[in-house]
């Protein structure tokens, strides 16, 4: 059974930082590519951050400079390190594993408020 299971998150100030984890088992976590999305209700899902197997990076553009994505494949987790959280960073992130052959799992989501 595959299971992705996030962790982090909370209530910050504008200019803090928080670091979200996403912990998979049930896949062979070398073989996928991570990703973070966020949603809130005014808007739908999007991309924020993705890391190939190979390691390579995508960011939203207005996250860029501020999260960086990471992957350990020893603890099989994908982190997303966000810093100077704004209050339009608010939102509930969700975890993605995506390998070419299935059509992607999910992790529960997470919930992350920027607010003074």
């Known amino acids: 059974q595959v299971r992705l299971v996030q962790s982090g998150g909370g209530l910050v100030q504008p200019g803090e930082s928080l670091r979200l984890s996403c912990t998979t088992s049930?896949?062979?976590?070398?073989?996928?590519?991570m990703s973070w999305y966020r949603q809130t209700p005014e808007k739908q899902r999007e991309l924020v951050a993705s890391i190939t197997r190979d390691g390579d990076t995508d960011y939203l553009d207005s996250v860029k400079g501020r999260f960086t994505i990471s992957r350990d494949s020893a603890e099989s987790t994908v982190y997303l390190q966000m810093n100077n959280l704004r209050p339009e960073d608010t939102a509930v992130y969700f975890c993605n594993a995506k390998a070419e052959w299935d059509d992607g799992h999910w992790g529960q989501g997470t919930q992350v408020t920027v607010s003074s």
């Open positions: 049930g896949i062979v976590f070398v073989l996928y590519e």
